[in-house]
């Protein structure tokens, strides 16, 4: 009986062994098969590669995009440098977003005052409120005249942002044909017309030079001043007045 048993497990072992081995070769003849197909190939292009001229490899070093291979390049080690503080503004000023200064109404008693930025803020305020022509502002009379009107109101002692309203209104913005042609930018009249001056900066002092005059007459407001018809035509002078304001407080 026992040898019955054994004989099961034998005849069991065999049949086992004929229904798994075949596979396993076939397997093993597999992968045989792949080694002796696809590392001569391997080799094959890696012999062709390393087998270039010496003229052909420095062309794939210095231009890889020719090639098909993307240039790779370590990044470079940048220390960091704190940032020092400016004290002044950087150029150009119109890159810089600046807050206007003036907050006043038609009836402040403010043009005596002194105007309490700088140069350079009084001159970005006017480049931002003249046009550009063909993409530039430099032909504009007003353009980088900050210094003039600031001068000007300390000989005077007229606040310089309401002489650069008075002019942007008297001008349409540096561009009617007196500004342009007879540096007149206030809208200065004579008996004949239309005055000229030699140059805008003369024509910056005379503004003032009258301004001073009117406010002596005890016309201290833009409203006075513009009512009284001592530098608009009275029946101009509420319009005159509102644009008047609009301008100075843009800067």
């Known amino acids: 009986m026992h040898l019955t048993r054994i004989e099961a497990c034998l005849r069991y072992g065999r049949m ?7 596979q396993k070769i076939i397997n093993e003849k597999v992968k045989e098969k792949t080694l002796k197909t696809v590392v001569p190939v391997t080799m094959a292009v890696a012999e062709s590669v390393t087998s270039l001229s010496g003229h052909a490899q420095s062309l794939i070093k210095t231009a890889p995009e020719t090639f098909g291979f993307q240039r790779f ?28 200064k003036n907050h006043f109404n038609k009836n402040s008693k403010f043009l005596r005052t002194q105007y309490s930025g700088t140069v350079e803020e009084l001159d970005y305020f006017i480049e931002k409120l003249i046009p550009a022509k063909n993409g530039s502002k430099t032909y504009n009379p007003f353009y980088k005249k ?4 600031i001068d000007a109101g300390k000989k005077y002692n007229v606040n310089p942002t309401f002489l650069v309203a008075i002019g942007m209104q008297e001008s349409g913005r540096g561009t009617s044909s007196a500004a342009l042609k007879k540096n007149n930018i206030g809208g200065i009249t004579l008996k004949s017309g239309q005055k000229k001056f030699v140059n805008v900066e003369d024509c910056i002092y005379d503004m003032a030079q009258i301004i001073n005059k009117r406010i002596s007459e005890r016309l201290t407001t833009v409203d006075a001043i513009g009512k009284s018809g001592r530098y608009c035509a009275k029946s101009a002078s509420e319009q005159w007045v509102k644009n008047v304001m609009y301008y100075v407080n843009k800067m």
């Open 16 to 22: 086992n062994l004929k229904k798994f081995t075949p």
């Open 73 to 100: 390049e370590l990044p470079k080690f940048v220390p960091y440098m704190p940032k020092r503080e400016e004290k002044t503004y950087p150029f150009p000023l119109s890159n810089l977003d600046l807050t206007p």
């Open 146 to 149: 900050g210094k003039i009107f």
